[in-house]
């Protein structure tokens, strides 16, 4: 393990964290949209592995390391922070505080879904506002900065207004949705 944290110490890698809900239920819904589109990264001939440590599912593949936090949607904060800190990427300042404010966008890429973004569209931004989304305001609440990058994928749709906010994000996408969302994978810069 400690060359394993050699590693990253010594090198630039990058770290992308697709935010989402542990579990079979929600492997197609909206909210999941992360998780979906780290599964479109990975190398078919490498498979997750679960680090308890992290509380995540990790994959490592050249210069970056896919991470899907397994502590639901609303805590994916505390396995990002503890992934930071394993491996001495945040700052520290007076001992055991971090850094408030640090520019990590360079080194963390955040992927998720944007409720107010119609299902299709693709918005990048560093440095932003949780807007709302509660996996991105855990995060920047545990990591203690937001500027960071972010890549949010738009789920909204005509049904949205007929359905309570909560169960629509945890819906699966319909049939046409996920025929499109490889299409959509495929215009991601990392």
């Known amino acids: 393990m400690a060359r394993k944290k050699e590693r990253y110490i010594n090198k630039i ?12 239920q929600y492997q197609k819904s909206r909210h999941n949209i992360g998780f979906m589109f780290l599964d479109s990264l990975a190398d078919k001939d490498k498979n997750w592995k679960f680090d308890k440590k992290f509380n995540a599912m990790i994959l490592e593949q050249n210069d970056k390391v896919l991470i899907k936090p397994m502590t639901f949607m609303n805590n994916s904060g505390l396995a990002v922070r503890t992934f930071l800190d394993y491996y001495k990427l945040l700052p520290k300042k007076f001992g055991i505080f971090t850094n408030k404010n640090i520019d990590l966008s360079e080194v963390l890429t955040v992927v998720h879904d944007d409720l107010d973004l119609d299902f299709s569209r693709i918005k990048t931004s560093v440095n932003s506002s949780d807007a709302g989304h509660r996996g991105v305001k855990s995060i920047i609440n545990h990591i203690k900065t937001k500027n960071f990058k972010r890549i949010r994928f738009g789920i909204n749709n005509e049904h949205r207004n007929n359905i309570p906010i909560e169960n629509f994000v945890l819906q699966n996408f319909s049939k046409e949705e996920l025929s499109q969302l490889n299409d959509l994978y495929k215009k991601i810069d990392l």
């Open 13 to 24: 890698m990058k770290i992308i964290v697709g935010l989402g809900n542990p579990g079979n």
